[in-house]
């Protein structure tokens, strides 16, 4: 998928999982090639057809790989990858195997933390030049707190992501990385309704009834018809947001590259939402708050 030096040294599980997803992943940039391609995974694990992954099969592939791994180790990778311990493997479970980015997670709740922090630290003192000087400092805590916190993060994603781990994501690479984070922020855009919710009622704009009723099917509506947008043009999407972090134009990201997209404040960061056509987390926030804060229907 490209050259260049590992940036991190892997356990053996992780090696073999990121072996068997950059053999697997080579040459599919679009959602079309990217399913064809699991599907020929699966089925060369999938060695007598009935449709799962047994731990013998799952065995025979890591064995071919020559990847040295202890029995112990091939247990413990088949129970991670087997999500509901029914001792076979699933198409969709080998999917989320090679092709997810779990890290991801951890930073949206990294992030989320830092901008509730920063939206208390903003809030007006005093009046005049006090304010301004609150935001100045503010705003530097800000730069300073997603440097220290958010880029170590997006470091273990961009690990993550780079599945040769030759320290530079491919355009394959790169497309998967954009999915993975645009359904990560999906869900986390559905986490801010559960979140928020509680304060929205406490405004009291809204009874619980006419909040169920009314608003939360408009909120969620928000977030599906983003997520369906995206879906319907999804290998598009993908190569705007790759131009648009290849500041270098050299045909692969690197750390920096990804750090300043995934970063709230960098032209890149607007960019690249802007080129997968999703709102940003703080977008969402903003678009809910929209809705909450319209007039009652009566």
């Not at 073999?16 to 040459?27: D, E, H, R, V």
């Not at 530079?168 to 855009?189: D, G, M, P, Q, R």
Request: charged share 30%; hydrophobic share 35%.
């Amino acid at each position: 998928m490209g050259s260049g030096l590992s940036a991190e040294h892997d356990d053996t599980p992780t090696a073999a999982t990121k072996k068997i997803a950059a053999s697997a992943l080579q040459g599919a940039v679009t959602k079309a090639q990217s399913e064809q391609a699991m599907i020929t995974a699966f089925k060369s694990f999938d060695s007598d057809g009935n449709g799962t992954i047994s731990k013998k099969e799952f065995s025979a592939v890591l064995s071919k790989l020559n990847m040295k791994m202890t029995a112990r180790q091939i247990d413990l990778l088949f129970d991670t990858v087997d999500k509901d311990q029914d001792g076979h493997i699933e198409f969709e479970e080998l999917v989320c195997w090679l092709c997810g980015t779990p890290c991801f997670s951890k930073y949206f709740e990294e992030l989320d933390s830092i901008l509730r922090e920063y939206s208390e630290k903003i809030k007006p003192v005093g009046r005049g030049d006090a304010v301004i000087k609150n935001a100045e400092s503010v705003n530097q805590w800000l730069a300073k707190e997603l440097e220290r916190r958010i880029r170590p993060v997006v470091k273990q994603v961009f690990h993550q992501a780079d599945k040769d781990s030759n320290g530079i994501l491919s355009e394959e690479e790169s497309v998967l990385l954009f999915s993975n984070y645009a359904h990560t922020l999906a869900k986390h855009a559905d986490t801010i309704i559960q979140i928020s919710k509680p304060t929205w009622l406490e405004k009291g704009h809204w009874d619980r009834q006419s909040f169920k009723k009314l608003v939360m099917p408009n909120l969620h509506q928000i977030v599906t018809a983003q997520m369906s947008d995206y879906e319907s043009h999804i290998d598009a999407r993908h190569r705007q947001a790759f131009d648009v972090i290849d500041k270098n134009k050299d045909g692969h990201l690197i750390l920096d590259e990804v750090v300043q997209c995934l970063t709230p404040g960098t032209y890149r960061y607007r960019e690249f939402h802007k080129a997968l056509q999703l709102y940003t987390p703080e977008g969402f926030k903003e678009a809910f708050d929209a809705v909450i804060t319209a007039k009652p229907k009566r």
